[in-house]
């Protein structure tokens, strides 16, 4: 059981906007602004996307935006396009019982 | 240009050490960042190992810091990685990636699939 809960699937149409939670404690997510998002298509290791909860890395189309409320992050892609689809993952920073990171189980986006 | 690069056995047998080492091209181990590791079993999803700064200060995943070594070598600019009494379940692909602090892994490298079986 991963330490951070995300939906299993999300699906959008293209052009629409689809937003993925997740889920975590006061210990991580809720506690540190340090929440990232990663993309991960079949076959390929993960590429990050939104890094502490809002920033975008040189690179990172604006359609991608991440937020945080209390123990819950989001990742928000608007204009949804067909090389959207992929796996996405939530990572956190969480200091209990010592400095690591902890991972969400994953969220397939698929573009209907 | 920042690469990093897996390399070690592809199979190992249950009980026995799974041993990997990255090697990074483009920037210093020697440096501010951490070097960490991150595995995924077949269809499943992440799970963060460790990592390592060139200060010695080392990150451990709880549940895994009984079984897990990592080490940097500033000589060949490269990072290791072992993880002791392997079963099924240490079965996965093996990423090794820059972090750049907080909960992020800007680069990886391309990943290696280590099979633990008999």
């Known amino acids: 059981q991963s330490a951070l809960t995300q939906p299993v699937s999300v699906s959008g149409s293209p052009g629409q906007s689809i937003t993925i939670s997740c889920i975590g404690t006061?210990?991580?997510?809720?506690?540190?602004?340090?929440v990232s998002w990663y993309q991960q298509h079949s076959g390929k290791a993960p590429k990050v996307m939104i890094y502490?909860?809002?920033y975008r890395p040189s690179g990172i189309s604006d359609r991608f935006s991440g937020s945080k409320s209390g123990n819950t992050a989001s990742l928000t892609i608007s204009g949804l396009q067909a090389e959207d689809e992929a796996d996405y993952y939530c990572?956190?920073?969480?200091?209990?019982?010592?400095?690591?990171?902890?991972f969400g189980g994953g969220t397939k986006v698929t573009v209907l | 240009q920042v690469q990093l690069q897996e390399s070690g056995p592809r199979l190992v047998k249950p009980s026995e050490t799974l041993s990997l080492t990255c090697a990074v091209s483009?920037?210093?181990?020697?440096?501010?960042?951490?070097w960490g590791w991150i595995r995924q079993p077949p269809g499943k999803g992440l799970e963060w190992i460790a990592n390592?700064?060139?200060?010695?200060?080392?990150n451990y995943n709880p549940s895994l810091k009984s079984r897990v070594t990592v080490s940097l070598d500033t000589s060949m600019n490269q990072f290791s990685l072992k993880l002791t009494s392997v079963d099924a379940a240490d079965t996965a692909v093996y990423y090794c990636?820059?972090?750049?602090?907080?909960?992020?892994?800007?680069?990886w490298g391309q990943g290696t699939l280590v099979t633990v079986s008999s």
């Open positions: 990636a820059r972090d750049r602090g907080g909960a992020t892994s800007d680069i």
């Open positions: 483009g920037v210093s181990v020697n440096n501010t960042y951490h």
């Open positions: 390592v700064k060139y200060t010695g200060y080392i």
């Open positions: 006061s210990d991580d997510v809720g506690g540190y602004d340090y």
């Open positions: 502490d909860v809002s």
């Open positions: 990572g956190s920073y969480r200091n209990s019982p010592a400095s690591h990171v902890v």
